[in-house]
């Protein structure tokens, strides 16, 4: 059941996010996002981040969350429009929580 709830989350999530046109990245993306919200369910947190394609983000891409310079937790991109993606949390540090305005920026390497 538990299983069931987080990946309803996760499609209506990826629902509101694949309604956008899909185009590839442009050669001059940033590759920055800022968090825009954090969706609390029972199983699992989703993150949705303020840029998607557009800033070179694709679904598998892990990524490193940061404030004011410093990492402090990992995320993988679930699925990306052209200017949203929906994430999912894969580590935090400890009592380290994430909140609107972090930035979220691709691991140079994507390794876990």
Known sequence: MRNVLTMSAL???ATAV????????AAEADGKAPVVAVVSAR?????????GHD????PGTVCNVSRDGRAFGALVIAEAGLHRSVALILSLDNSAGIIAGDLVTPRANPRI
């Open 43 to 51: 199983a699992t947190d989703l993150v949705v981040l303020d840029g």
């Open 55 to 58: 800033r070179g983000f694709r």
């Open 18 to 25: 694949g309604a956008e046109v899909r185009a590839l990245g």
């Open 11 to 13: 499609l209506v999530a």
